[in-house]
């Protein structure tokens, strides 16, 4: 049985709750990734997209150079643990509709993020349901 241990990104970037629309975007750009995990001081307190800074804050009128990170991001996160298996971690993407989960350690420290792409791309297991399940409009 393969963990998340196994296919999870290790080395992310993140930003504090904190931080400007256009520190993250700028975090975003240098990493050449669309999401990037909120810490409030070492704790994961949401997730950011670049669709979230562009649909809740830029469209909204938002300054990106002023507005926060914490005005715009998703503060319902799930995660995953390292240890979880790749087929339970698969499923709850599913269900949860989502295409990314950070990881977390024992003490609830971000450890990486686990994506569909690293699924399909280093695990044998096929990926078709889950991605259907994510897909699934009106979930």
Avoid: K, W, Y
């Avoid at 750009?29 to 810490?39: C, F, H, I, N, R």
């Amino acid at each position: 049985m393969r963990t998340i241990a196994d296919i999870m990104t290790r080395s992310i970037a993140t930003v504090q709750r904190d931080e400007t629309l256009q520190a993250a975007a700028r975090r975003m750009q240098e990493m050449d990734v669309g999401s990037l995990p909120v810490l409030d001081g070492r704790a994961v307190a949401g997730m950011v997209t670049d669709r979230d800074i562009a649909v809740r804050g830029v469209a909204a009128g938002m300054i990106p150079q002023e507005s926060l990170i914490a005005d715009v991001m998703t503060e319902d996160v799930r995660f995953c643990r390292a240890g979880d298996s790749v087929e339970q971690v698969m499923a709850e993407m599913g269900n949860l509709q989502v295409r990314r989960l950070p990881v977390l350690d024992a003490n609830n420290e971000i450890v990486g993020i686990v994506a569909l792409a690293d699924i399909a791309t280093r695990q044998s297991t096929h990926t078709d349901e889950t991605l259907r399940e994510i897909s699934t409009p009106g979930r």
